[in-house]
């Protein structure tokens, strides 16, 4: 059993991958202690603000796998089209849930004003600005280029 799982701790495409998604995270802490002036370790677990650890994660994996692989292996095509496929739900499909649940909370406050029984709302942080993406992207290139 050990022998099967010690070649993970050595695959250097996955650990740049996840200290890409790491160092995005521990950022949103930061920039939240700047804007917000004060600490909030949630940050280290949501999905939404910047920098999108979506982002950084698929783009430390293609970049890590080009730089290992070269650009013309599969294993490259497959994470750049993960990439893709990731960072545009992000930006695009979770960005206007986003702004959905941001538009249906404001119609059940004015339906439902007075009624505890219904002060539940629906999540509005989920997706990312185009920005809060490339900005994410950017790290995950980074951190593999750094560290590959």
Same mark, same amino acid.
């Given at each position: 059993? +050990?022998? =099967? @799982? #010690?070649?993970?701790?050595?695959?250097? *495409?996955?650990?740049?991958?996840? !200290?890409?998604?790491?160092?995005?995270?521990?950022?949103?802490?930061?920039?939240?202690?700047?804007?917000?002036?004060r600490l909030n370790l949630a940050?280290?677990?949501?999905?939404?603000?910047?920098?999108?650890?979506?982002?950084?994660?698929?783009?430390?994996?293609?970049?890590?796998?080009?730089?290992?692989?070269?650009?013309?292996?599969? +294993?490259? =095509? @497959? #994470?750049?089209?993960?990439?893709?496929? *990731?960072?545009?739900?992000?930006? !695009?499909?979770?960005?206007?849930?986003?702004?959905?649940?941001?538009?249906?909370?404001?119609?059940?406050?004015?339906?439902?004003?007075?009624?505890?029984?219904?002060?539940?709302?629906?999540?509005?942080?989920?997706?990312?600005?185009?920005?809060?993406?490339?900005?994410?992207?950017?790290?995950?290139?980074?951190?593999?280029?750094?560290?590959?």
């Amino acid at each position: 059993m +050990t022998q =099967a @799982i #010690s070649p993970v701790f050595s695959n250097k *495409v996955l650990f740049v991958s996840l !200290g890409a998604w790491t160092v995005a995270q521990v950022l949103k802490v930061l920039i939240g202690l700047v804007k917000e002036k004060r600490l909030n370790l949630a940050y280290l677990f949501i999905m939404g603000k910047m920098p999108s650890s979506h982002a950084a994660i698929v783009c430390a994996l293609a970049t890590a796998i080009a730089l290992r692989d070269g650009l013309a292996s599969p +294993t490259f =095509a @497959i #994470s750049a089209i993960l990439a893709v496929v *990731v960072m545009y739900d992000a930006a !695009g499909v979770r960005q206007a849930v986003s702004d959905n649940a941001i538009l249906l909370n404001r119609v059940l406050d004015e339906l439902l004003k007075g009624k505890p029984e219904f002060e539940k709302h629906a999540r509005e942080l989920i997706g990312h600005t185009r920005l809060e993406v490339l900005v994410g992207a950017l790290i995950g290139i980074g951190m593999a280029l750094l560290f590959m």
